[in-house]
């Protein structure tokens, strides 16, 4: 098989996993900044409580 034919296959797969990997990325920051701010919020309340 030529390189000529077998690169625009190897970039379309490389471009889509790319791809992939933004979109969970995003979807890891998204869970992760809730979970931070959740956490967060817990803490702040946990530490007015007097005890």
Do not use: C, W
């Amino acid at each position: 098989m030529p390189i000529g034919e077998l690169t625009p296959h190897f970039f379309s797969i490389y471009i889509l996993k790319d791809n992939i990997f933004e979109i969970v990325y995003k979807f890891k920051l998204k869970y992760i900044y809730i979970a931070f701010l959740t956490t967060n919020m817990s803490q702040h309340y946990s530490r007015k409580k007097p005890f």
